[in-house]
């Protein structure tokens, strides 16, 4: 048998591939503040820091504005979006709506095993509540797999886009005083409310618990 050669890959697709590893490395810096709301992003920096040319930088940049992160000025360059207290409203009351109704549909529609698996993160979450990072992480999985139960996948990726700009939020509602342990007990109730099958309850709950969320953000 004769090994055929193989062709190495377009040079498009690995462009591709390496501004979406330069768009994660930058999305990572900005969640863990290394790149703050409202600082310039100096790219000649960045481009000899991550050892590229300007053009997988730049495209990196335009994905990231898309998703909110980076905001883009005329003639100015690239910044870190800031959050203004009108944008912490808003998307706490979208994730308000999308996470309410996921909750009523999981509630009610729920098999065993989804519940199981509910109950397990949750019980991560009572373990976690005096280690903030974990309880942060377990928390975002929580949402995040309630979404995906619910079977809405714009509603899903919605929530993924409204989630990473909320971490833009200087002052993150977990970061209150005693906040943990409220949002815990939230959490608590609603999953009383999805054991019981109660998709109103579940509902009514999950807005209460933004509601709190957002008073303690704001």
């Not at 928390?139 to 996948?153: D, I, P, V, Y």
Request: aromatic share 6%; with cysteine.
């Amino acid at each position: 048998m004769v090994d055929l050669p193989i062709n190495p890959p377009p040079a498009s697709l690995t462009r591709r591939a390496l501004y979406q590893d330069v768009a994660e490395r930058l999305r990572q810096q900005i969640f863990a503040r290394q790149l703050e709301p409202g600082s310039w992003i100096d790219e000649m920096k960045l481009c000899a820091e991550y050892g590229i040319s300007r053009t997988p930088l730049r495209e990196a940049l335009k994905v990231l504005a898309v998703e909110g992160l980076v905001t883009m000025k005329l003639r100015r360059g690239a910044y870190v979006t800031e959050m203004s207290r009108d944008d912490v409203t808003q998307v706490y009351q979208l994730l308000a709506l999308l996470e309410s109704e996921a909750a009523s549909t999981v509630a009610q529609q729920a098999s065993p095993a989804q519940r199981e698996q509910l109950a397990q993160l949750h019980a991560q979450l009572e373990a976690q509540v005096r280690r903030r990072d974990a309880f942060f992480a377990t928390n975002e999985q929580f949402h995040m797999t309630l979404l995906q139960m619910a079977g809405n996948r714009w509603a899903l990726q919605c929530a993924l886009d409204l989630r990473k700009v909320m971490k833009l939020n200087r002052h993150h509602s977990l970061f209150k005083r005693g906040r943990l342990a409220e949002s815990l007990a939230e959490h608590r109730a609603l999953m009383q409310a999805i054991a019981a099958q109660d998709g109103g309850a579940a509902a009514r709950l999950m807005r209460l618990h933004f509601a709190a969320g957002l008073e303690a953000a704001a």
